[in-house]
């Protein structure tokens, strides 16, 4: 059977995976993790949630790749827009993603660029992102592959906002999606990452973060879902 991890970083935002799981079995893991080992559809799923930053990302994500080598990696969730026209609740398919707060600048390279690394921007699976559009079309979701970006900073100011649209032409940012891309990178194990808006990531960001969360949740996690229907 095709074994999938599906990682988030907040209960909001594996809650709604792991209600739709069957037989899940809770497996007390390393470094604190819990593993919701269950089924969906014929599929062997494993959701768990890293907690928030790209520390907690990564060393789950190393985690799940040596406990279960699972074929492909999703981390679903919500994310900040920062390409204009993005609105709250559409939902940005990963076609790469990149750490926006690698900075050795000082040394002339480009901002997000990690030194002596062949490639510091990640692609996500081919297929996986075909897939992931054809059905947030038929769900009715609004999508858009893009670039998504990852710091440890929540971003809530329109300058940075703007200037990381400049540098990075991304699409979403949010706090852990690059860190999982990475990690998946260097063990050639597929990945997508799939976000829904929440906020703006303006000055706005907390009150409409606050407000919107769930229902951005609910959309990625709907998506991923979906896509585990046609595997
Ligand atoms: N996740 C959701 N909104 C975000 C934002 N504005 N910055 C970072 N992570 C986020």
Redesign the pocket.
């Known amino acids: 059977t095709t074994r999938i991890a599906i990682i988030g970083a907040m209960e909001e935002e594996t809650r709604e995976i792991e209600q739709f799981l069957t037989h899940v079995e809770k497996i007390e893991g390393k470094a604190g993790l819990a593993f919701m080992e269950g089924e969906y559809g014929g599929l062997s799923v494993i959701a768990v949630r890293c907690g928030i930053g790209k520390v907690n990302a990564a060393l789950c994500t190393q985690i799940v790749l040596d406990l279960y080598d699972p074929e492909l990696v999703i981390n679903v969730g ?3 827009g920062i390409a204009p026209g993005l609105r709250v609740g559409d939902v940005v398919i990963s076609d790469k993603a990149q750490q926006h707060d690698v900075d050795t600048s000082a040394f002339g390279d480009p901002k997000g660029v990690i030194p002596r690394m062949e490639t510091s921007v990640f692609q996500a699976d081919p297929e996986l992102i075909q897939l992931a559009q054809k059905v947030g079309h038929r769900l009715g979701l609004s999508v858009t592959v893009g670039k998504v970006i990852s710091g440890d ?4 100011d329109e300058g940075l906002k703007k200037a990381l649209f400049q540098d990075f032409g991304a699409s979403c ?3 852990e999606g690059a860190a999982i891309a990475h990690v998946c990178a260097v063990n050639q194990a597929p990945f997508l990452l799939i976000r829904s808006i ?2 703006a ?1 303006g000055e706005q ?1 907390v009150i409409s ?1 606050q407000d919107f969360v769930t229902t951005a949740a609910a959309n990625a996690a709907a998506l991923v879902r979906g896509m585990l229907d046609e595997k």
């Open positions: 919500v994310a900040g900073q929540f971003i809530a940012t949010e706090m929440s906020d990531a960001a973060y």
